[in-house]
């Protein structure tokens, strides 16, 4: 008898975008004719084109894996040096991280699911509410969960609840957590945290020999440099955090899959008898055995972000999304809704018309404006009345989208 693991069982039925997309099917089936006019803010996909250069590199990676002396099989399953290189003199300057502290992959959303692999039972799991499901989900799999209660709600993890009272950075718990999840610019409240706040985590993951799981995914977007780019621009933070990154939004490689995780070889966990591990060597093994390293032609091509015209390319990008998300953010405070983030993150978060829930939401704007939004309950019970617009789209969608907005609620 095969046996299953029944965490799966435990998975909320709907992930919300599965849900959004039968609904979506279910209004396109219905409406033909309205159908055609749909757009969709929902789902965090890029729109635009790869720049030029990564496109360049990819063709010139390839071609050198259609000549005999250049070609090349498996590489480093941690990434090639050539990338890692890059990363830390591109992103990282100045602030102590090595290159064989970068571990590239394919992916931020299998980075965050896969780290759980090198911890153990018991900890105690601190996510923000509202927060990006994966990070939920994938400790519901491993069993680090009980059952989920009818508003969604886990037990057994803490939940911080993120609302505009804190300004969607939760507050350090009052209870000792032994993993927390942050992610800056966040998804989906487009909020972003400063340096005293995220001073505050570090010192809170010090006291607790805690580890901060720092989700950096939008790093990019950041305009004001005030902002705190990396958790490791903070003191201390090489001791107790690791960074997640991705090319997906910023190179917009969400189709052609490139992301990395920098774990210092200072940060440390601990054995059931308190015996000090360091993590680097953990993840180390962990990645070069399940993972055989991501493609060398896309490895290049992320590389290719750092180059001076990917740079002015990525940047032309960023200006026209973070372009979009002002039109947005406009569109909804002059419908008289109130409005957050999409300044330093290319999410628009908005509070719903009073006595409308998320998912009322969600369907007004289907039905009437023929525009998919994301409704901020999807991202947990602190989400319920909100709803995420995404600024990743073409200009002309974004000005149409405008416009339906103040037809809509003006
Ligand atoms: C988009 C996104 C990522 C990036 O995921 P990839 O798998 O690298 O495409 C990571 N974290 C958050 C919160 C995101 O929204």
């Known amino acids: 008898m095969?046996?299953?693991?029944?965490?799966?069982?435990?998975?909320?039925?709907?992930?919300?975008?599965?849900?959004?997309?039968?609904?979506?099917?279910?209004?396109?089936?219905?409406?033909?004719?309205?159908?055609?006019?749909?757009?969709?803010?929902?789902?965090?996909?890029?729109?635009?084109?790869?720049?030029?250069?990564?496109?360049?590199?990819?063709?010139?990676?390839?071609?050198?894996?259609?000549?005999?002396?250049?070609?090349?099989?498996?590489?480093?399953?941690?990434?090639?040096?050539?990338?890692?290189?890059?990363?830390?003199?591109?992103?990282f300057a100045g602030?102590?991280?090595?290159?064989?502290?970068?571990?590239?992959?394919?992916?931020?959303?299998?980075?965050?699911?896969?780290?759980?692999?090198?911890?153990?039972?018991?900890?105690?799991?601190?996510i923000t509410d509202p927060v990006y499901p994966v990070y939920v989900d994938t400790n519901v799999m491993i069993g680090n969960t009980g059952d989920a209660d009818e508003t969604g709600a886990y037990a057994g993890l803490v939940y911080l609840p993120c609302t505009p009272e804190n300004g969607f950075v939760p507050a350090i718990?009052?209870?000792k957590v032994d993993l927390v999840y942050l992610c800056y610019p966040n998804n989906p409240t487009g909020a972003t945290a400063t340096r005293a706040q995220l001073e505050a985590w570090v010192a809170y993951a010090r006291a607790n020999q805690a580890i901060i799981l720092y989700d950096a995914a939008y790093e990019a977007f950041i305009q004001d440099p005030e902002l705190p780019r990396s958790i490791f621009e903070i003191e201390g933070a090489r001791d107790c955090a690791m960074e997640f990154r991705s090319f997906s939004k910023n190179g917009g490689f969400t189709g052609v899959r490139c992301a990395y995780i920098v774990i210092p070889k200072t940060l440390k966990g601990y054995t059931a008898d308190g015996q000090e591990q360091a993590?680097?060597?953990?993840?180390?093994?962990?990645?070069?055995?399940?993972?055989?390293?991501?493609?060398?032609p896309v490895q290049k091509g992320a590389?290719?972000?750092?180059?001076?015209?990917?740079?002015?390319?990525?940047?032309?990008?960023?200006?026209?999304y973070m372009g979009n998300a002002k039109l947005l953010r406009e569109a909804c405070a002059a419908a008289g809704l109130p409005v957050f983030g999409g300044v330093n993150a290319p999410y628009v978060?908005?509070?719903?018309?009073?006595?409308?829930?998320?998912?009322?939401?969600?369907?007004?704007?289907?039905?009437?404006?023929?525009?998919?939004?994301?409704?901020?309950?999807?991202?947990?019970?602190?989400?319920?009345?909100?709803?995420?617009?995404?600024?990743?789209?073409?200009?002309?969608?974004?000005?149409?989208?405008?416009?339906r907005i103040g037809a809509t609620f003006g």
């Open 2 to 91: 095969a046996r299953i693991n029944e965490n799966f069982l435990k998975l909320k039925a709907g992930y919300l975008f599965p849900e959004i997309a039968r609904r979506v099917n279910a209004f396109t089936e219905g409406n033909p004719e309205a159908a055609k006019r749909l757009i969709r803010c929902g789902i965090g996909d890029v729109t635009e084109p790869l720049p030029e250069a990564c496109r360049q590199a990819m063709h010139e990676a390839i071609d050198e894996l259609g000549n005999a002396a250049t070609f090349k099989g498996y590489g480093p399953e941690q990434g090639y040096a050539f990338l890692r290189e890059a990363i830390v003199e591109n992103q």
């Open 95 to 126: 602030l102590g991280i090595a290159a064989d502290e970068v571990f590239i992959s394919d992916g931020s959303k299998c980075d965050t699911g896969n780290i759980l692999d090198i911890f153990g039972k018991g900890n105690v799991i601190a």
């Open 173 to 175: 718990p009052d209870r």
């Open 279 to 296: 993590i680097h060597p953990l993840w180390s093994r962990r990645h070069s055995t399940k993972f055989n390293g991501a493609s060398y």
């Open 303 to 320: 590389a290719a972000v750092f180059s001076e015209a990917g740079k002015a390319q990525v940047a032309a990008l960023i200006e026209g």
């Open 349 to 403: 978060w908005v509070g719903c018309p009073a006595g409308l829930t998320s998912w009322d939401m969600f369907d007004k704007m289907l039905n009437e404006a023929n525009v998919v939004i994301t409704p901020g309950s999807g991202f947990g019970a602190a989400g319920e009345g909100y709803f995420r617009i995404s600024a990743f789209n073409t200009r002309a969608n974004v000005e149409e989208v405008c416009r």
